[in-house]
Nanobody, 121 residues
Framework: QVQLVESGGGSVQPGGSLRLSCAAS????????MGWYRQAPGKQRELVAS????????NYLDSVKGRFTISRDNAKNTVYLQMNSLKPEDTAVYYC??????????????WGRGTQVTVSS
């Protein structure tokens, strides 16, 4: 089992910044990918950003490109999401996500409990 603990959510005005953190209970190098999803009220959960551990390749939702940055601290088994120029439409619960490849190539997914981000004037 891999536990993911998020922190850093909160309320901010439009144009502001927040940094989310997600600490994994396992070595980050045992994971295939870590990332962030979000879910706004009445909407489906969507991938915001992800980072493939072995290659450092990152992927972003089009609407956050240039504003959000995903990064890692491997020594702390932690992934971050730096969110700048926040917009009201970024308001959502943000979930940390990790995937691990188990024996027999089974892909296991882990989720954090989520942290609320509210962008409002």
């Amino acid at each position: 089992q891999v536990q993911l603990v998020e922190s850093g959510g909160g309320s901010v005005q439009p144009g502001g910044s927040l940094r989310l953190s997600c600490a994994a209970s396992a070595s980050i190098f045992s994971l295939y990918v870590m990332g962030w999803y979000r879910q706004a009220p009445g909407k489906q959960r969507e991938l915001v950003a992800s980072s493939i551990i072995s290659s450092d390749r990152t992927n972003y939702l089009d609407s956050v490109k240039g504003r959000f940055t995903i990064s890692r601290d491997n020594a702390k088994n932690t992934v971050y999401l730096q969110m700048n120029s926040l917009k009201p439409e970024d308001t959502a619960v943000y979930y940390c996500n990790a995937r691990k490849i188990l024996p027999d190539n089974v892909l296991r997914t882990y989720w954090g409990r989520g942290t609320q981000v509210t962008v409002s004037s």
